[in-house]
């Protein structure tokens, strides 16, 4: 089993930046692939970014891809994503995901889930 913990949400003003970190529990040997989702009040999942185990290979959405950074740390198997010049559509629920590679967009390519951290941006 492996737990993911989600931290760093909050509000913030369109602009401004957040860092949100997520750290991993238990058999974190079997979850090479960290990702992180996002979902809006009446939409659906979305697959926000999302790294392999030796950071050489990432994944954005392309609307995130010049604002938002994936990394990760695994001595302390925790990941992070710096989100900058954030913006009102932004505003979500974000949830750390991790399963086995390939990197993959859709949420069933994942096997656990952390609980969430609630991000919004105020305009």
């Known amino acids: 089993q492996v737990q993911l913990v989600e931290s760093g949400g909050g509000l913030v003003q369109a602009g401004g930046s957040l860092r949100l970190s997520c750290a991993a529990s238990g058999r974190t040997f079997s979850i090479p692939v960290m990702g992180w989702f996002r979902q809006a009040p009446g939409k659906e999942r979305e697959l926000v970014a999302a790294?392999?185990?030796?950071?050489?290979?990432?994944y954005y959405a392309d609307s995130e891809k010049a604002r938002f950074t994936i990394s990760r740390d695994n001595a302390k198997n925790t990941v992070f994503l710096q989100m900058n010049s954030l913006k009102p559509e932004d505003t979500a629920v974000y949830y750390c995901a991790a399963g086995r590679p390939p990197i993959v967009t859709s949420g069933s390519g994942y096997d656990y889930w952390g609980q969430g951290t609630q991000v919004t941006v105020s305009s």
């Open positions: 790294i392999n185990w030796s950071g050489g290979s990432t």
